[in-house]
Every structure is written in structure tokens, then in C-alpha cells.
């Protein structure tokens, strides 16, 4: 399409250059043969003065075809090529850019993204079963690895399938007893089983995890997160901020900074109402 445009341009360029060059008379050109051919016709036939008066008529047409006062028909004028070639110009970059072209891109990149995001979910699924059934095939052969019952627990919560993930959780906490890792997940498969409201047996089971560990920072972030979405979002800042307190690395100090920010600014807008 742009290469199209360009050829246009040039070509209504090139009808703007017509004024301004040397172009070659065609009827001045012609009218001149015409009159000399016919001169020496009939000059072989004609007397002395019959000769010299065709031969005044020849050179008198010669003048005034030679006149630059004297248009040709043909000529064009160049105010008026130039205003046609800037019409022609205006015409066709207007129906170019009228075209639909941004918004199609926009949403072909769209729907890619669309694509690419759909696969890598389906991708990570998929990885996700693989390990699922490789931690039941070591089961199969282990059922009294505790550490393992834990893994099969978060990898089932991953999967949204809760109700396994609590079952694998329980296996756990057979084995390895309440470790407050063991009690934050199992508190978390509850908590987003039941819509991400905290119900009793969760609260619970987050309380006993903090007794154990008071800078546990699976459960406090779970406390964090409900007590913003219930819109306490002066609790909600305290317990981020104690995880950022806590000094561990595994956290994801920026995520919670800019969740701090966002209850900040929920909070002071409150304040103004």
C-alpha cells in the first residue's frame, strides 16, 4: 500500500514538472514543414513576383509562429497543474490514513498476546500435572515421606484443586507434625476454597502458624491481602509492613511496596470523604 502511495506521489509530481519544462511545440514544428514543402511546390511553377510574394507570406507565417506572445492550446497552466498535483496529493494520503490499518494491528497484536498468554498458562499446566504425577509415582514408593505429602499439597493448590491439597496437607502434617509452613498452606487451600473469605478453620490454623513462627510471611501476606479486600486498609499496611520488617529474602519487597501504595491512596481518599 505505502509503496503504491509513493508511486502516485511521483507520478502527480511529475504532472507539477510539466509547466516549468522545455516541452516541444508540435503544431509550430508541423505548421513550419507544411509551409516550406508547399513553397518549394510551387515556386518551381511560379513567376518572379509570384515567387517573391509566396516567399514574404512564408517568412511573415515564420514571425508570427515565433511570437511568444502566442499560446499554444495545448499549454498548460501552472498555477493550475500545481493546484490539481496538490488535490491529487491530498486526496489519496487522505484515503490512506482514513484506513483501518492502527486499529487492525492494534488488535491483531491483541489477539496474539491473547494467544501467547493461553499457551504459557496451558504450558504451565501442563508442567504442573507432570509434577504431580512424578510426586505420586515417588509416593507410590514412598507414602511416608512427609516432605513430599507437603510438595503434592502446594503443587494440587497451584492446580486450584483444593480439596486434594488439603488432603495432602493433612498427610503432611501426620508426618512431619504442625509446622507452621504446614498450617499457612493448609490455610490458604481453605481460604481460597471459600471464595477468599477467611472462615474460622482457617483463622485458626493461621493463628497456631504465627504462634509457631510470629514472622511466618505466607500467612501474614495471607492476613494482608484479607484485610484489604475487607477494605481495612490500615491493618492491611501494618502487616506489610511487619513483613518487610522481617528481614527474610524470599520476599517480594516490591510487590508489597506498591500494595502499601495503592492502600495508602485508598485510605487517604477515605480520609478526605
Known amino acids: 500500500m ?10 502527480t509530481f511529475g504532472i507539477m514538472a510539466i509547466p516549468f519544462a522545455h516541452y516541444f511545440d508540435w503544431q509550430k514544428n508541423y505548421r513550419r514543414q507544411t509551409n516550406i514543402a508547399l513553397y518549394q511546390q ?18 511573415q507565417d515564420e514571425q508570427y509562429s515565433q511570437n511568444p506572445n502566442i499560446k499554444s492550446a495545448v499549454h498548460f497552466s ?14 489519496a494520503l487522505g484515503y490512506y490514513f482514513s484506513l483501518n490499518r492502527l486499529t487492525t494491528a492494534e488488535l491483531g497484536l491483541q489477539q496474539s498476546g491473547e494467544k501467547l498468554a493461553k499457551f504459557e498458562h496451558s504450558s504451565s499446566m501442563q508442567k504442573n ?17 512427609g516432605e513430599n505429602w507437603f510438595e503434592l499439597g502446594q503443587l494440587y493448590m497451584y492446580n486450584n484443586e483444593f480439596e486434594h491439597a488439603l488432603t495432602a496437607f493433612g498427610n503432611a502434617e ?5 509446622r507452621s509452613d504446614i498450617l499457612s498452606a493448609a490455610a490458604a487451600s481453605l481460604y481460597y476454597q471459600n471464595g477468599q473469605r477467611l472462615n474460622t478453620l482457617a ?4 493463628n497456631a502458624a504465627l504462634e509457631k513462627d510470629p514472622k511466618n510471611t ?10 484489604f479486600l475487607q ?19 524470599d520476599v517480594d519487597r516490591r510487590a508489597i511496596i506498591q500494595s502499601m501504595q495503592m492502600a495508602e491512596m485508598l485510605q487517604s481518599a477515605r480520609n478526605k470523604q
Open 42 to 59: 510551387q515556386i518551381r511553377y511560379a513567376d518572379q513576383p509570384l515567387a517573391d510574394e509566396m516567399a514574404q507570406r512564408l517568412l
Open 78 to 91: 501552472k498555477k493550475s497543474a500545481i493546484f490539481f498535483a496538490l488535490l491529487l496529493i491530498i486526496a
Open 203 to 206: 483463622l485458626n490454623l493461621l
Open 174 to 178: 501426620g508426618l512431619l507434625g504442625s
Open 129 to 145: 500435572d507432570d509434577a504431580i504425577l512424578h510426586i505420586q509415582n515417588k509416593l507410590r514408593q514412598d507414602p511416608n515421606n
Open 2 to 11: 505505502a509503496i503504491g502511495i509513493l508511486a502516485f506521489i511521483l507520478i
Open 218 to 227: 505466607a500467612a501474614l501476606s495471607l492476613l494482608a491481602s484479607d484485610a
Open 231 to 249: 477494605t481495612d486498609y490500615r491493618k492491611a499496611l501494618q502487616i506489610w509492613q511487619q513483613i518487610l520488617d522481617s528481614g527474610y529474602t
